[in-house]
């Protein structure tokens, strides 16, 4: 029977990401679109934990399949934490792009003094069909900065700078970006694990 992990986000940034991140892994990767199913997580949870949970958990259930999925968000320290899990949904327009929520965030911090320290965290969640949860996480910390430079990667990425480069996270190849993120830090320290969960149940 062939080893499968599903990847629960229809992202596509994502998932190029999740992709390369787990290159090697002997496991095939599929996606909701690729076995056509479609869920609405609500996510309810008031930590990256739970949510990332909530996800991980619907889809195994969905699909009986193991799952990994993520939650992660933006943490800017002269909004006192915020975005945070709120991340994805932090503009107060109903349908906000990538763009309306990056201009959204600037604005909120004009009248706060500079550097404006922040830090990406993702918390990913793997979930068994018996429901069994394992978690890693990842941080990354570096700042805001007030306009936007690169066109790689999604989200934040073009307004969050990293000092020790003097580069923005839009402006790494996809190969520096995965060493030093919050998802790849996340994700190579459940490679592991992923791996241990394989093998222990190609034994039985």
Request: glycine content about 8%; aromatic content about 6%.
């Amino acid at each position: 029977m062939e080893k499968q992990l599903l990847l629960a986000t229809s992202n596509q940034g994502k998932l190029r990401e999740l992709r390369t991140l787990l290159d090697g892994l002997d496991v095939a990767l599929t996606t909701p679109r690729e076995l056509g199913v479609q869920l609405e997580v609500s996510e309810t949870g008031d930590t990256y934990r739970a949510n990332a949970s909530l996800k991980a958990l619907a889809y195994t259930r969905a699909t009986g399949l193991i799952v990994l999925a993520d939650d992660s968000g933006l943490e800017v320290a002269a909004l006192n934490g915020a975005p945070g899990i709120h991340s994805a949904r932090f503009s107060p327009k109903p349908s906000a792009t990538d763009k309306d929520r990056r201009d959204y965030l600037l604005e909120r911090l004009a009248n706060s003094p500079r550097p404006w320290h922040a830090r990406f965290v993702c918390l990913a969640a793997v979930a068994t069909p018996q429901e069994n949860l394992l978690f890693a996480e990842g941080i990354c910390p570096g700042e805001i900065i007030p306009e936007e430079r690169g066109t790689q990667g999604f989200g934040y990425d073009p307004i969050f700078f990293l000092p020790e480069l003097q580069r923005t996270m839009a402006e790494l190849d996809m190969h520096t970006k995965n060493k030093l993120s919050h998802r790849g830090r996340a994700v190579a320290a459940m490679r592991p694990i992923l791996q241990e969960l394989f093998t222990s149940l190609n034994g039985k």
